[in-house]
């Protein structure tokens, strides 16, 4: 059984527009999900929907967000904020603005431990410094009492990945990790989640708009494309045979790093029109347009 | 070491602010028509009668001497002789300086809990009915006046509903036991409750009229930035760890959203000072103000300048400790 199951999901702005159409997908436990999709995909959006940040103009029309066996769309809000914090937890996209510029470093870590888990500090503060020392931190004694303007973006971002696994979640959203970050940093930082996940058997939503990070780091993917999921594959079928057109065109306009003279590929206008005909008949047939 | 460099520089620059201060002063109270001498004297003297008095206290002479002698005196302490209270100038602001000390400062804490309170409540309630009705409120208390806000006050609380005393600083028939002239701090150390709801009663609504117009400000200036704030990815994060909107405004929104605030407060707290000279008059409150009014009026030369020296220094006193503050809450501001 998976872990988390998300059942027909729509999401809409409360001015009118659809952001999620009909979504459905599993994780299993300990299973690495891609979710690929251009810019407005709403591949974030469901990383959003499934921890509960969904931005204020956004609600949930209809659909089942079920986590370890509870929907959380019938859970009384605080008791789902509890659940949430408790096993899931997310790795933000840009480490310079994650984390709370007048805070020191080790409460924006043990926080989580110590009010919603109701550790006590001092073991709290031991976790942190284990967690720390995972993530290859030297020094985390003194790095736990700077502010974040002391330290650099891919510092920054390995105390938010060890602040994600501090209370050994079972799912750990990713949204777009390493986009914020220098190319030589990202990739180390790729290793280093891809390295807590398995040691951790943590069961992880990775966001990416690229693909080639995308089959470095998971097992399985979904492709969306305007809020609908278009496809839903193992990593391997899919870099092998995409079943979708739109999935190939995709996986063409790729970058090849390895020959820099090649120019870019777009996706094809009629690759594109072909996907918009699908989701507007989807549209109408689910009567929502 | 940083922070001692910093004040010293500050401290500096203030005793040019003063003397640029002292001297525009001294030359416009004396350039503008009305003087002291006419103002004592019984109507029917003689020429040779405003002559010797002006020569009494040194208004013959030029107003660069008298400028000389009255900046001599003053560096040794010596602000001169009032010339209405024939007291010195010294000792009369500095009796004065507590009462207004104190009611600006209860002005300025009513005025951060109002906009506080106000700001807070709209982020929490934003886009809801709750959030437009403080918005209005905000709108209206800050398009009128304080000393407005004084007459609006006296009419309700004063004459409709006698619940405050509308003049004095406390009830004149009262035994006090006071060695100082902080009425409302000394009657709290020494427990005498009784005494401190009297001078509170008496407080409360000059104090108010000043803080309405600035917890405005407050209020609207904080929630703006809260809900800036509220849209950060640190307050992302730590929706997503559990947390419920109220510790999310609370720790991680408002002690960031703050900072602006805190230097507009300065700023305006040094406005609502200068609004104490109306507001005391108005209540006929024993504080600076009031006497700087009636200073004016009788022309009372060396008693001006003093008390906007006073003014001055308390306003350069003010802009520091805030600047203090602010790299208190700063953590950025700490080391550079």
Same mark, same amino acid.
């Given at each position: 059984?998976?872990?988390?199951? %998300? ?5 809409? =702005? ?14 299993? /436990? ?17 990383? #959003? /929907? ?19 066996? &509870?929907? =959380?769309?019938?859970?009384?809000? *605080? ?11 997310? %790795? ?12 020191? %470093? ?6 989580? =431990? ?13 976790? *942190? ?29 390995? %105390? ?5 696994? /501090? /209370? ?47 089959? #470095? ?5 979904? &492709?969306?494309?305007?809020?609908? &999921? ?17 999935? *190939?065109? =995709?996986? *063409? ?37 | ?18 003397? +640029? ?17 006419? !103002? ?13 008095? $002006? ?6 002479? $030029? ?51 109002? +906009? ?8 929490? @309630?934003? +886009?809801?009915?709750?959030?437009? +009705? ?8 800050? $398009? ?16 409709? !509903? ?40 008496? !407080? ?49 929104? @408002? ?69 203090? !503050? ?11």
């Amino acid at each position: 059984m998976s872990y988390l199951e %998300i059942d027909r999901l729509t999401v809409r =702005l409360k001015g009118g527009g659809t952001l999620l159409r009909a979504v459905s997908l599993q994780v299993a /436990a300990g299973e690495v999900r891609g979710l690929v999709g251009e810019s407005g995909a709403g591949k974030s959006m469901i990383g #959003k /929907a499934v921890l509960g940040i969904l931005p204020r103009a956004a609600e949930v029309v209809s659909g089942r967000i079920v986590l370890d066996g &509870v929907d =959380l769309l019938t859970l009384p809000p *605080a008791e789902r904020r509890r659940r949430v914090g408790a096993s899931c937890a997310l %790795i933000p996209q840009d480490p310079l603005t994650a984390l709370n510029p007048s805070r020191r %470093i080790g409460p924006q870590i043990t926080d989580r =431990l110590v009010d919603i888990l109701r550790w006590n500090r001092g073991r709290a503060e031991g976790r *942190a410094r284990e967690l720390l020392a995972e993530v290859h931190i030297p020094d985390p004694d003194r790095v736990m009492r700077c502010y974040p303007h002391e330290l650099s973006g891919g510092m920054r971002q390995r %105390i938010l990945i060890a602040s994600a696994f /501090a /209370a050994e979640p079972k799912l750990i959203v990713a949204d777009e990790p390493t986009t914020a970050l220098d190319v030589t940093v990202q990739k180390q930082i790729l290793k280093l989640i891809k390295e807590m996940q398995l040691r951790h058997g943590t069961a992880l939503l990775f966001v990416s708009h690229d693909l080639g990070v995308v089959s #470095k780091v998971c097992q399985s993917l979904t &492709v969306l494309y305007a809020g609908m &999921v278009l496809e839903d594959a193992g990593i391997g079928d899919f870099f092998r045979a995409p079943r979708h057109p739109y999935s *190939a065109a =995709l996986l *063409a306009a790729t970058p090849k790093y390895t020959d820099p003279t090649a120019g870019l590929i777009p996706v094809p206008e009629a690759v594109l029109a072909a996907v918009r005909a699908e989701v507007a008949a989807a549209d109408r047939r689910a009567g929502h347009v | 070491m940083r922070l001692l460099q910093s004040v010293l520089v500050r401290l500096a620059t203030t005793a040019v602010t003063l003397f +640029g201060l002292a001297v525009i002063v001294f030359v416009v109270i004396r350039v503008v028509p009305g003087n002291p001498v006419a !103002m004592m004297l019984p109507p029917g003297a003689t020429e040779a009668d405003v002559a010797r008095l $002006s020569a009494l206290y040194g208004l013959d002479k $030029s107003i660069f001497q008298q400028f000389l002698i009255w900046a001599g005196g003053v560096l040794q302490g010596d602000f001169g002789t009032s010339i209405t209270a024939r007291q010195p100038v010294l000792e009369l602001v500095l009796g004065r300086l507590p009462a207004t000390l104190e009611l600006s400062i209860m002005a300025l804490i009513i005025a951060i809990v109002i +906009g506080g309170l106000a700001a807070l409540t709209g982020t929490r @309630l934003r +886009g809801t009915r709750v959030e437009g +009705g403080i918005d209005v409120a905000n709108g209206v208390a800050l $398009s009128v006046p304080d000393f407005l806000w004084g007459l609006v006050l006296i009419l309700l609380f004063g004459v409709l !509903m006698p619940v405050f005393h509308i003049s004095g600083r406390v009830t004149p028939s009262l035994e006090l036991p006071f060695v100082t002239e902080f009425y409302l701090f000394e009657s709290v150390v020494r427990l005498r409750f009784d005494l401190w709801s009297d001078i509170v009663a008496h !407080m409360f609504m000059p104090a108010l009229a000043l803080a309405i117009p600035l917890s405005a400000i407050i209020g609207q200036l904080l929630k703006q930035s809260l809900k800036e704030t509220m849209h950060l990815d640190y307050v992302t994060l730590s929706r997503t760890k559990g947390y419920g909107e109220t510790h999310v405004i609370l720790r991680e929104a @408002l002690p960031n959203a703050a900072l602006p605030t805190l230097t507009l407060v300065g700023v305006q707290f040094t406005f609502l000072i200068g609004g104490t000279v109306i507001i005391e008059r108005l209540f006929s409150y024993e504080g600076l103000g009031n006497m700087a009014i009636d200073a004016v009026i009788n022309r009372d030369l060396p008693l001006i300048q003093g008390i906007v020296i006073l003014f001055a220094v308390i306003f350069t006193g003010v802009n520091l400790f805030v600047d203090m !503050m602010y790299a208190a809450l700063n953590p950025r501001l700490r080391h550079a």
